[in-house]
Protein backbone atom coordinates (compact mmCIF):
# COMPACT_ATOMS: atom_id res chain seq x y z
CA UNK A 1 0.00 0.00 0.00
CA UNK A 2 3.06 2.15 0.44
CA UNK A 3 4.05 5.07 -1.95
CA UNK A 4 4.38 9.09 -1.40
CA UNK A 5 2.02 10.86 0.15
CA UNK A 6 1.18 14.46 0.05
CA UNK A 7 -0.52 16.24 2.72
CA UNK A 8 -2.44 19.52 2.35
CA UNK A 9 -2.83 21.27 5.37
CA UNK A 10 -4.55 24.62 5.30
CA UNK A 11 -8.08 26.61 5.56
CA UNK A 12 -11.27 25.90 3.21
CA UNK A 13 -9.59 26.30 -0.19
CA UNK A 14 -7.71 23.39 0.80
CA UNK A 15 -10.77 21.74 2.65
CA UNK A 16 -12.65 21.96 -0.73
CA UNK A 17 -9.92 20.90 -2.92
CA UNK A 18 -11.64 17.89 -4.38
CA UNK A 19 -14.54 19.42 -5.37
CA UNK A 20 -15.13 19.30 -8.91
CA UNK A 21 -11.98 21.10 -10.64
CA UNK A 22 -10.57 21.09 -7.45
CA UNK A 23 -6.43 21.52 -7.06
CA UNK A 24 -6.22 18.62 -4.88
CA UNK A 25 -7.81 16.16 -7.50
CA UNK A 26 -6.24 17.43 -10.21
CA UNK A 27 -2.74 17.04 -7.87
CA UNK A 28 -3.95 13.49 -7.29
CA UNK A 29 -4.85 12.67 -10.95
CA UNK A 30 -1.16 14.26 -12.09
CA UNK A 31 0.82 12.01 -9.41
CA UNK A 32 -1.97 8.64 -10.02
CA UNK A 33 -0.35 5.28 -9.52
CA UNK A 34 2.69 7.55 -7.89
CA UNK A 35 1.61 9.63 -5.12
CA UNK A 36 -1.48 9.36 -2.48
CA UNK A 37 -2.85 12.71 -1.74
CA UNK A 38 -4.00 13.36 2.03
CA UNK A 39 -6.24 16.42 2.26
CA UNK A 40 -6.39 18.02 5.69
CA UNK A 41 -8.22 21.49 5.38
CA UNK A 42 -10.49 23.47 7.90
CA UNK A 43 -12.55 25.60 6.64
CA UNK A 44 -12.21 29.15 8.33
CA UNK A 45 -9.09 28.26 10.44
CA UNK A 46 -6.75 30.46 10.93
CA UNK A 47 -3.51 29.50 12.27
CA UNK A 48 -4.08 30.15 15.95
CA UNK A 49 -6.68 27.84 15.89
CA UNK A 50 -4.65 25.52 13.51
CA UNK A 51 -2.22 25.01 16.25
CA UNK A 52 -4.68 22.98 18.58
CA UNK A 53 -5.07 20.07 15.57
CA UNK A 54 -0.98 19.61 15.55
CA UNK A 55 -0.66 17.13 18.30
CA UNK A 56 -3.57 15.07 16.50
CA UNK A 57 -2.86 15.19 12.78
CA UNK A 58 1.35 15.17 12.99
CA UNK A 59 2.12 13.36 16.31
CA UNK A 60 5.80 13.07 16.75
CA UNK A 61 6.26 9.84 17.07
CA UNK A 62 3.53 9.08 13.57
CA UNK A 63 4.70 5.78 12.10
CA UNK A 64 2.50 7.18 9.32
CA UNK A 65 5.48 8.52 6.68
CA UNK A 66 4.49 11.87 4.23
CA UNK A 67 7.11 13.00 1.49
CA UNK A 68 5.47 16.75 0.53
CA UNK A 69 3.08 18.84 2.59
CA UNK A 70 1.77 22.14 1.92
CA UNK A 71 0.96 24.37 4.66
CA UNK A 72 -1.59 27.15 3.42
CA UNK A 73 -3.23 29.25 5.74
CA UNK A 74 -3.66 32.97 6.09
CA UNK A 75 -7.17 34.06 3.97
CA UNK A 76 -8.84 33.97 7.36
CA UNK A 77 -5.91 35.23 9.72
CA UNK A 78 -6.00 38.26 7.59
CA UNK A 79 -9.09 39.10 7.72
CA UNK A 80 -9.35 42.71 9.44
CA UNK A 81 -9.33 43.38 12.96
CA UNK A 82 -12.93 45.78 13.47
CA UNK A 83 -14.97 44.10 11.00
CA UNK A 84 -17.23 41.21 10.60
CA UNK A 85 -14.86 38.38 10.65
CA UNK A 86 -12.94 39.57 13.57
CA UNK A 87 -12.92 36.85 15.32
CA UNK A 88 -11.10 34.80 12.98
CA UNK A 89 -8.11 37.85 13.06
CA UNK A 90 -4.69 36.96 13.72
CA UNK A 91 -1.87 39.98 14.02
CA UNK A 92 1.09 39.72 11.78
CA UNK A 93 3.69 38.60 14.19
CA UNK A 94 1.53 35.71 15.74
CA UNK A 95 0.47 34.62 12.49
CA UNK A 96 4.07 34.24 11.53
CA UNK A 97 5.18 32.63 14.69
CA UNK A 98 2.10 30.38 14.61
CA UNK A 99 3.27 29.29 10.85
CA UNK A 100 7.08 28.78 12.31
CA UNK A 101 5.33 26.12 14.90
CA UNK A 102 3.50 24.40 12.24
CA UNK A 103 6.53 23.80 10.42
CA UNK A 104 8.36 22.77 13.48
CA UNK A 105 5.94 20.06 14.00
CA UNK A 106 5.44 18.94 10.85
CA UNK A 107 9.93 18.33 10.53
CA UNK A 108 9.40 16.81 13.85
CA UNK A 109 6.96 14.29 12.90
CA UNK A 110 8.12 13.36 8.92
CA UNK A 111 11.56 13.67 8.83
CA UNK A 112 13.10 14.77 5.80
CA UNK A 113 9.52 15.96 4.39
CA UNK A 114 9.49 19.01 1.97
CA UNK A 115 7.40 21.55 3.04
CA UNK A 116 5.97 24.41 0.93
CA UNK A 117 4.54 27.42 1.60
CA UNK A 118 1.29 29.04 0.02
CA UNK A 119 0.47 32.46 0.72
CA UNK A 120 -3.37 33.39 0.64
CA UNK A 121 -4.69 34.52 -2.27
CA UNK A 122 -5.48 38.07 -3.11
CA UNK A 123 -9.01 39.42 -2.24
CA UNK A 124 -11.55 40.84 -4.39
CA UNK A 125 -13.26 43.34 -2.31
CA UNK A 126 -15.89 43.67 -4.52
CA UNK A 127 -16.20 40.32 -4.72
CA UNK A 128 -16.56 40.05 -0.96
CA UNK A 129 -19.21 42.78 -0.90
CA UNK A 130 -21.67 40.77 -3.77
CA UNK A 131 -21.21 37.87 -2.14
CA UNK A 132 -22.69 39.50 1.25
CA UNK A 133 -25.08 40.66 -0.28
CA UNK A 134 -26.05 36.83 -2.18
CA UNK A 135 -26.14 35.77 1.22
CA UNK A 136 -28.63 38.70 2.69
CA UNK A 137 -25.89 39.66 5.16
CA UNK A 138 -24.64 43.04 3.34
CA UNK A 139 -21.89 44.89 4.80
CA UNK A 140 -20.32 48.11 4.25
CA UNK A 141 -17.34 47.76 4.19
CA UNK A 142 -15.03 44.18 3.41
CA UNK A 143 -13.98 42.06 5.98
CA UNK A 144 -10.78 41.19 4.32
CA UNK A 145 -8.68 43.42 1.88
CA UNK A 146 -6.80 42.42 -0.66
CA UNK A 147 -3.41 45.36 1.09
CA UNK A 148 -4.17 43.38 4.27
CA UNK A 149 -3.78 40.18 2.37
CA UNK A 150 -0.86 40.76 0.65
CA UNK A 151 1.08 41.91 4.14
CA UNK A 152 0.15 38.27 5.27
CA UNK A 153 1.47 36.69 1.83
CA UNK A 154 4.44 38.44 2.47
CA UNK A 155 5.00 37.10 6.04
CA UNK A 156 4.62 33.92 4.33
CA UNK A 157 7.48 34.53 2.15
CA UNK A 158 9.83 36.08 4.38
CA UNK A 159 9.47 33.08 6.78
CA UNK A 160 10.21 30.41 3.56
CA UNK A 161 13.35 32.41 2.67
CA UNK A 162 14.53 32.20 6.32
CA UNK A 163 13.69 28.64 6.62
CA UNK A 164 14.59 27.95 3.36
CA UNK A 165 10.93 26.44 2.35
CA UNK A 166 10.24 26.31 -1.21
CA UNK A 167 6.61 28.56 -1.54
CA UNK A 168 4.37 29.98 -3.60
CA UNK A 169 3.06 33.28 -3.61
CA UNK A 170 -0.57 32.92 -5.01
CA UNK A 171 -1.22 36.92 -4.00
CA UNK A 172 0.98 38.06 -7.02
CA UNK A 173 0.82 34.75 -9.17
CA UNK A 174 -2.73 35.02 -9.46
CA UNK A 175 -2.64 39.02 -10.17
CA UNK A 176 -0.54 38.80 -12.72
CA UNK A 177 -3.02 37.74 -15.10
CA UNK A 178 -6.10 40.73 -15.65
CA UNK A 179 -9.53 40.31 -14.72
CA UNK A 180 -8.11 38.18 -12.02
CA UNK A 181 -10.81 38.80 -9.83
CA UNK A 182 -13.57 37.31 -11.38
CA UNK A 183 -11.61 34.75 -13.25
CA UNK A 184 -9.59 33.21 -10.38
CA UNK A 185 -11.98 34.15 -7.67
CA UNK A 186 -16.08 33.08 -7.11
CA UNK A 187 -16.47 35.10 -4.37
CA UNK A 188 -13.48 37.43 -3.69
CA UNK A 189 -11.68 35.01 -1.79
CA UNK A 190 -12.39 31.55 -2.75
CA UNK A 191 -10.71 29.41 -6.15
CA UNK A 192 -12.77 28.76 -9.10
CA UNK A 193 -11.88 26.33 -11.17
CA UNK A 194 -9.49 28.44 -13.10
CA UNK A 195 -8.25 29.03 -9.81
CA UNK A 196 -7.98 25.82 -8.70
CA UNK A 197 -6.14 25.53 -12.42
CA UNK A 198 -3.55 27.60 -11.07
CA UNK A 199 -3.23 26.50 -7.80
CA UNK A 200 -2.43 22.67 -9.08
CA UNK A 201 -0.06 24.03 -11.73
CA UNK A 202 1.85 25.95 -9.46
CA UNK A 203 2.00 23.01 -6.76
CA UNK A 204 3.12 20.63 -9.37
CA UNK A 205 6.00 22.95 -10.35
CA UNK A 206 7.52 23.37 -7.11
CA UNK A 207 7.01 19.90 -6.26
CA UNK A 208 8.88 19.05 -9.49
CA UNK A 209 11.58 21.26 -8.98
CA UNK A 210 12.51 19.72 -5.68
CA UNK A 211 12.70 16.24 -7.73
CA UNK A 212 9.05 15.35 -7.21
CA UNK A 213 8.65 14.85 -11.08
CA UNK A 214 5.47 13.06 -12.08
CA UNK A 215 7.01 11.77 -15.25
CA UNK A 216 10.49 10.73 -13.46
CA UNK A 217 8.76 8.87 -10.53
CA UNK A 218 7.94 5.25 -11.21
CA UNK A 219 4.36 3.32 -11.65
CA UNK A 220 3.76 1.38 -8.84
CA UNK A 221 3.11 -1.61 -11.01
CA UNK A 222 3.79 -2.08 -14.87
CA UNK A 223 1.60 -0.62 -17.42
CA UNK A 224 -0.60 -3.39 -18.95
CA UNK A 225 1.12 -2.92 -22.21
CA UNK A 226 3.92 -4.17 -20.68
CA UNK A 227 2.46 -7.45 -19.34
CA UNK A 228 2.33 -10.34 -21.80
CA UNK A 229 -0.49 -12.02 -21.98
CA UNK A 230 0.99 -15.28 -21.59
CA UNK A 231 3.32 -15.09 -19.51
CA UNK A 232 1.67 -11.99 -17.16
CA UNK A 233 4.27 -13.27 -14.02
CA UNK A 234 6.88 -12.17 -16.41
CA UNK A 235 5.96 -8.28 -15.97
CA UNK A 236 5.83 -8.65 -12.14
CA UNK A 237 9.50 -10.62 -11.69
CA UNK A 238 7.54 -13.51 -11.21
CA UNK A 239 9.45 -16.96 -11.59
CA UNK A 240 7.36 -19.69 -11.58
CA UNK B 1 -3.80 11.39 10.98
CA UNK B 2 -6.17 8.27 11.38
CA UNK B 3 -9.63 8.60 10.27
CA UNK B 4 -11.41 5.81 7.35
CA UNK B 5 -9.79 4.91 4.51
CA UNK B 6 -11.88 4.35 1.77
CA UNK B 7 -9.64 1.57 -0.72
CA UNK B 8 -10.80 1.85 -4.64
CA UNK B 9 -9.53 -0.75 -6.39
CA UNK B 10 -10.04 -1.73 -9.97
CA UNK B 11 -8.95 -1.22 -13.52
CA UNK B 12 -8.58 1.88 -15.69
CA UNK B 13 -12.01 3.75 -14.47
CA UNK B 14 -10.90 3.75 -10.86
CA UNK B 15 -7.57 4.85 -11.93
CA UNK B 16 -9.02 8.09 -13.71
CA UNK B 17 -11.29 8.55 -10.68
CA UNK B 18 -9.54 11.55 -10.09
CA UNK B 19 -9.97 13.51 -13.30
CA UNK B 20 -12.22 16.45 -13.28
CA UNK B 21 -15.66 15.08 -12.12
CA UNK B 22 -14.15 11.74 -11.30
CA UNK B 23 -16.01 9.84 -8.84
CA UNK B 24 -13.13 9.28 -6.38
CA UNK B 25 -12.93 13.18 -6.30
CA UNK B 26 -16.39 12.92 -5.89
CA UNK B 27 -15.98 10.61 -3.20
CA UNK B 28 -13.71 12.22 -1.37
CA UNK B 29 -15.55 15.61 -1.04
CA UNK B 30 -18.86 13.97 0.16
CA UNK B 31 -16.56 12.46 2.60
CA UNK B 32 -14.97 15.87 3.17
CA UNK B 33 -13.35 15.76 6.58
CA UNK B 34 -14.25 12.24 7.57
CA UNK B 35 -12.91 9.34 5.20
CA UNK B 36 -9.77 9.46 3.21
CA UNK B 37 -10.19 7.91 -0.09
CA UNK B 38 -7.20 5.99 -1.42
CA UNK B 39 -7.04 5.01 -5.38
CA UNK B 40 -5.69 1.63 -6.61
CA UNK B 41 -6.43 1.59 -10.19
CA UNK B 42 -4.83 -0.06 -12.86
CA UNK B 43 -5.96 0.76 -16.49
CA UNK B 44 -6.22 -2.84 -19.13
CA UNK B 45 -5.84 -4.56 -15.95
CA UNK B 46 -7.80 -8.40 -16.12
CA UNK B 47 -8.44 -9.86 -12.61
CA UNK B 48 -5.91 -12.28 -13.72
CA UNK B 49 -3.36 -9.40 -13.38
CA UNK B 50 -4.40 -8.10 -10.67
CA UNK B 51 -3.91 -11.34 -8.71
CA UNK B 52 -0.10 -10.08 -9.06
CA UNK B 53 -0.93 -7.17 -7.14
CA UNK B 54 -2.55 -8.69 -3.97
CA UNK B 55 0.87 -9.38 -1.43
CA UNK B 56 1.83 -5.93 -1.77
CA UNK B 57 -1.20 -4.05 -2.22
CA UNK B 58 -3.27 -5.71 0.65
CA UNK B 59 -0.04 -7.65 2.78
CA UNK B 60 -1.74 -9.91 5.33
CA UNK B 61 0.17 -7.75 8.17
CA UNK B 62 -0.42 -4.81 7.57
CA UNK B 63 -0.65 -1.77 9.81
CA UNK B 64 -2.99 -0.16 7.48
CA UNK B 65 -6.68 -0.40 8.09
CA UNK B 66 -9.11 0.34 5.57
CA UNK B 67 -12.73 0.48 6.57
CA UNK B 68 -14.77 0.22 3.05
CA UNK B 69 -12.92 -0.72 -0.56
CA UNK B 70 -14.34 -0.86 -3.78
CA UNK B 71 -13.70 -3.93 -5.99
CA UNK B 72 -14.34 -2.76 -9.79
CA UNK B 73 -13.31 -5.13 -12.62
CA UNK B 74 -14.39 -7.11 -15.49
CA UNK B 75 -14.37 -4.68 -18.20
CA UNK B 76 -11.14 -5.89 -19.27
CA UNK B 77 -12.11 -9.59 -18.82
CA UNK B 78 -15.03 -9.41 -20.75
CA UNK B 79 -12.80 -8.53 -24.04
CA UNK B 80 -14.02 -11.06 -26.34
CA UNK B 81 -11.59 -13.72 -26.90
CA UNK B 82 -10.47 -13.95 -30.82
CA UNK B 83 -10.91 -9.83 -31.29
CA UNK B 84 -8.39 -7.14 -31.02
CA UNK B 85 -8.29 -7.00 -26.87
CA UNK B 86 -8.03 -10.89 -26.45
CA UNK B 87 -4.71 -10.58 -24.57
CA UNK B 88 -6.98 -9.27 -21.73
CA UNK B 89 -9.62 -11.96 -22.31
CA UNK B 90 -10.37 -13.86 -19.04
CA UNK B 91 -12.69 -16.40 -19.33
CA UNK B 92 -15.74 -16.16 -16.63
CA UNK B 93 -15.06 -19.37 -15.00
CA UNK B 94 -11.77 -18.07 -13.79
CA UNK B 95 -12.79 -14.66 -13.73
CA UNK B 96 -15.29 -14.94 -10.81
CA UNK B 97 -12.33 -17.54 -8.83
CA UNK B 98 -10.02 -14.72 -9.63
CA UNK B 99 -12.48 -11.96 -7.66
CA UNK B 100 -12.91 -14.46 -5.34
CA UNK B 101 -9.31 -14.35 -3.89
CA UNK B 102 -9.17 -10.94 -4.09
CA UNK B 103 -11.82 -10.28 -1.68
CA UNK B 104 -10.01 -13.12 0.62
CA UNK B 105 -7.08 -11.52 0.44
CA UNK B 106 -8.74 -7.91 1.42
CA UNK B 107 -11.33 -9.88 4.14
CA UNK B 108 -7.84 -11.68 5.27
CA UNK B 109 -5.79 -8.34 5.46
CA UNK B 110 -8.30 -5.82 6.57
CA UNK B 111 -10.41 -7.18 9.12
CA UNK B 112 -13.72 -6.00 9.13
CA UNK B 113 -13.65 -4.20 6.02
CA UNK B 114 -16.89 -3.71 4.20
CA UNK B 115 -16.22 -4.70 0.50
CA UNK B 116 -18.56 -3.82 -1.84
CA UNK B 117 -18.31 -5.38 -5.15
CA UNK B 118 -18.83 -3.05 -8.60
CA UNK B 119 -19.70 -4.94 -11.79
CA UNK B 120 -18.43 -3.38 -15.21
CA UNK B 121 -20.15 -0.54 -16.89
CA UNK B 122 -22.65 -1.53 -20.32
CA UNK B 123 -20.37 -1.29 -23.96
CA UNK B 124 -22.04 0.76 -26.00
CA UNK B 125 -20.65 -1.22 -29.22
CA UNK B 126 -20.85 1.70 -31.45
CA UNK B 127 -19.03 4.20 -29.27
CA UNK B 128 -16.16 1.39 -29.06
CA UNK B 129 -16.02 1.25 -33.31
CA UNK B 130 -16.03 4.92 -33.71
CA UNK B 131 -13.04 5.52 -30.79
CA UNK B 132 -11.54 2.90 -32.51
CA UNK B 133 -11.89 4.98 -35.59
CA UNK B 134 -10.83 7.97 -33.86
CA UNK B 135 -7.38 6.44 -33.21
CA UNK B 136 -6.98 5.80 -36.54
CA UNK B 137 -7.26 1.61 -36.06
CA UNK B 138 -10.39 1.18 -36.90
CA UNK B 139 -12.06 -2.44 -36.41
CA UNK B 140 -15.15 -4.12 -37.88
CA UNK B 141 -16.34 -5.79 -34.80
CA UNK B 142 -16.42 -4.26 -31.70
CA UNK B 143 -13.80 -6.11 -28.89
CA UNK B 144 -16.16 -6.23 -26.21
CA UNK B 145 -19.75 -6.60 -26.87
CA UNK B 146 -22.23 -5.43 -23.85
CA UNK B 147 -24.14 -8.98 -23.85
CA UNK B 148 -21.07 -10.40 -23.30
CA UNK B 149 -20.09 -8.22 -20.35
CA UNK B 150 -23.57 -8.14 -18.71
CA UNK B 151 -22.11 -11.95 -18.50
CA UNK B 152 -19.40 -11.13 -16.17
CA UNK B 153 -21.80 -8.49 -14.42
CA UNK B 154 -24.00 -11.13 -13.60
CA UNK B 155 -21.30 -13.14 -12.46
CA UNK B 156 -20.25 -10.40 -10.13
CA UNK B 157 -23.56 -10.46 -8.91
CA UNK B 158 -23.79 -14.15 -8.30
CA UNK B 159 -20.65 -13.80 -5.87
CA UNK B 160 -21.84 -11.14 -4.28
CA UNK B 161 -24.92 -12.65 -3.35
CA UNK B 162 -23.19 -15.79 -2.44
CA UNK B 163 -20.66 -14.22 -0.16
CA UNK B 164 -23.23 -11.89 1.06
CA UNK B 165 -21.13 -8.91 -0.20
CA UNK B 166 -23.09 -5.65 -0.74
CA UNK B 167 -22.89 -4.37 -5.03
CA UNK B 168 -23.67 -1.94 -7.65
CA UNK B 169 -24.84 -3.01 -10.94
CA UNK B 170 -23.39 -0.09 -12.81
CA UNK B 171 -24.14 -2.40 -15.79
CA UNK B 172 -28.25 -2.66 -15.29
CA UNK B 173 -28.26 0.77 -13.70
CA UNK B 174 -27.03 2.86 -16.49
CA UNK B 175 -28.86 0.97 -18.94
CA UNK B 176 -32.35 1.96 -17.21
CA UNK B 177 -31.47 5.85 -18.64
CA UNK B 178 -32.36 6.28 -22.23
CA UNK B 179 -29.70 7.49 -24.22
CA UNK B 180 -27.08 5.85 -21.44
CA UNK B 181 -24.81 4.98 -24.43
CA UNK B 182 -23.53 8.67 -24.94
CA UNK B 183 -24.77 10.20 -21.58
CA UNK B 184 -23.07 8.06 -19.60
CA UNK B 185 -19.67 6.70 -22.08
CA UNK B 186 -17.42 8.78 -23.33
CA UNK B 187 -15.86 6.02 -25.01
CA UNK B 188 -18.61 3.18 -25.43
CA UNK B 189 -16.67 2.11 -21.87
CA UNK B 190 -15.55 4.79 -19.75
CA UNK B 191 -17.44 7.10 -18.23
CA UNK B 192 -18.68 10.37 -19.06
CA UNK B 193 -18.62 13.15 -15.69
CA UNK B 194 -22.38 12.06 -16.07
CA UNK B 195 -21.02 8.52 -15.78
CA UNK B 196 -18.87 9.10 -12.87
CA UNK B 197 -21.93 10.98 -11.21
CA UNK B 198 -23.96 7.42 -11.00
CA UNK B 199 -21.36 5.44 -9.92
CA UNK B 200 -20.06 7.96 -7.19
CA UNK B 201 -24.16 8.22 -6.46
CA UNK B 202 -24.46 4.39 -6.70
CA UNK B 203 -21.15 3.84 -3.67
CA UNK B 204 -22.46 6.81 -1.26
CA UNK B 205 -26.03 4.95 -1.53
CA UNK B 206 -24.16 1.59 -0.94
CA UNK B 207 -21.49 2.92 2.21
CA UNK B 208 -24.58 4.67 3.40
CA UNK B 209 -26.93 1.44 3.76
CA UNK B 210 -24.12 -0.34 5.17
CA UNK B 211 -24.21 2.86 8.03
CA UNK B 212 -21.70 4.65 6.76
CA UNK B 213 -23.57 8.29 5.78
CA UNK B 214 -21.61 11.12 5.63
CA UNK B 215 -24.01 12.96 7.62
CA UNK B 216 -24.02 11.20 10.40
CA UNK B 217 -20.14 10.05 10.57
CA UNK B 218 -18.59 12.99 12.74
CA UNK B 219 -16.51 16.19 11.44
CA UNK B 220 -12.57 15.41 12.44
CA UNK B 221 -12.51 18.53 14.28
CA UNK B 222 -14.89 21.25 15.41
CA UNK B 223 -16.64 23.17 12.91
CA UNK B 224 -15.28 26.57 12.79
CA UNK B 225 -18.14 28.66 13.82
CA UNK B 226 -18.10 25.87 17.04
CA UNK B 227 -15.14 28.07 18.12
CA UNK B 228 -15.36 31.10 20.64
CA UNK B 229 -12.71 33.67 19.05
CA UNK B 230 -11.92 34.57 22.87
CA UNK B 231 -11.88 31.20 24.15
CA UNK B 232 -10.91 28.59 21.35
CA UNK B 233 -9.43 25.93 23.66
CA UNK B 234 -12.98 25.31 24.78
CA UNK B 235 -14.04 23.84 21.76
CA UNK B 236 -10.87 21.49 21.57
CA UNK B 237 -11.48 20.51 25.44
CA UNK B 238 -8.09 21.82 26.32
CA UNK B 239 -7.81 22.78 29.80
CA UNK B 240 -5.19 26.05 30.02
Redesign the interface.
Known amino acids: ?SRPRFLLFGDSIT??G?????W???L??TY??KA??????????NT??AL??LD????PN???QITAATIFFGANDAALSGRTS???YVPIEEFRSNLEKIVHQMKVSFPGVLIVLITPPPIDEDGRLEFARSQNKPIELPERTNENTGIYAKEVIYLAKELHLPYIDLWSKMQETEGWQKKFLRDGLHPTQEGNAVLHEEVVRVFSEANLRADEMPLD?P???K?D?NA??K??H?VI
Open positions: MEQFRNGGAAAAESRDVLVRGYGGYRWFLELFPSSMERQFHHSIGPEAFI
